[in-house]
């Protein structure tokens, strides 16, 4: 399980490993930190829950080890930064608990020795303000160096705020192009990815539908304004649409209904013309 070996021995201390694109999972064990970061917690709050209630023995291990690891991150090793890091990020004791401003330099640390799974902990710090103010400039900046280093977490982080357009320009072919970038980078990204992936399509579809219904609505203006055709743009119809986005939603349905109702009636209407037809023959 997680947590440390009671050998005390660095070498022989585990650790609770982030999965990719999940919550960090406490009975899941490893060395150092893992290649696979967790996933954005502005997405899915997996840093967010308070931790497990651990007993004392647990906790007194905890702290010992992060005592350990304090000391020899101080003395460059790289492990033991990241390793310093985690457990200051998890806050799962006293001893560790609300020490956010030091799980952040732990961090810097390890990422200056080239940890990327630390680069994209510092994109998180900064995108919440842990430790330090909140800065989206800085959280892009640490998310653009993991994704170079072909970081899937990254890559998601990224095309999750090209798509809402925070912190950077709103582009959503940019953003499936990180999507994208991280399904193939990590096959762990795909399941969370896919359901991003499908709203940014609807999101698209929409748009360039009401490009081209814009387009329409000045050709038909154009060509038909003698008699009076006036169709407003996009920009006026569409904000009273999202307010009654419920009745248009209902209303949408209840016309799928109605067409395959008269299909279906439609349809048996024609099978019993074709039994009378035999019948009579």
Same mark, same amino acid.
């Given at each position: ?10 070498? #022989? ?81 006293? #001893? ?59 890559? #998601? ?17 940019? !953003? ?29 579809? !929409? ?48 016309? #799928? ?25």
């Amino acid at each position: 399980g997680g947590g440390c070996c009671e050998g005390g021995g660095l070498a #022989f201390c585990v650790l609770p490993r982030p999965s990719a694109c999940c919550h960090p999972k406490p009975d899941q064990a490893r060395t150092g930190l893992s290649s696979s970061p967790p996933r954005h917690p502005s997405i899915t709050h997996s840093l967010t829950h308070p931790p497990s209630p651990r007993p004392p023995a647990k906790q007194g291990q905890i702290d010992r080890s992060l005592v350990l690891y304090s000391e020899a991150a101080e003395m460059g090793f790289d492990v033991a930064q990241g390793n310093a890091a985690h457990l200051l990020d998890l806050g799962a004791t006293p #001893f560790t608990a609300h020490r956010k401003d030091k799980a952040l330099r732990a961090y810097e640390m390890s990422a200056q020795q080239g940890s990327m799974d630390s680069e994209v902990k510092i994109g998180d710090y900064y995108y919440h303000g842990w430790g330090t103010s909140r800065d989206i400039k800085k959280a892009v900046a640490h998310y653009r160096i993991a994704s170079e280093a072909r970081m899937a977490q990254a890559m #998601f982080n990224l095309g999750w705020m090209h798509e809402h357009g925070v912190g950077i320009p709103q582009d959503l072919h940019l !953003a499936k192009r990180y999507y994208d970038m991280s399904i193939e980078t990590s096959q762990d990204a795909m399941w969370p990815t896919l359901p991003c992936l499908a709203g940014l399509w609807v999101r698209m579809a !929409a748009r360039e539908a009401i490009t081209r219904a814009d387009k329409w609505a000045l050709h038909l203006n154009r060509e038909y304004r003698s008699y009076g055709v006036d169709i407003p743009p996009s920009e006026l119809w569409l904000p009273r649409l999202a307010d009654i986005w419920d009745v248009v939603l209902v209303s949408i349905l209840s016309g #799928f209904l109605g067409v395959t109702v008269i299909l279906k009636v439609t349809l048996a209407s024609q099978r019993m013309a074709q039994q009378r037809d035999r019948r009579g023959g």
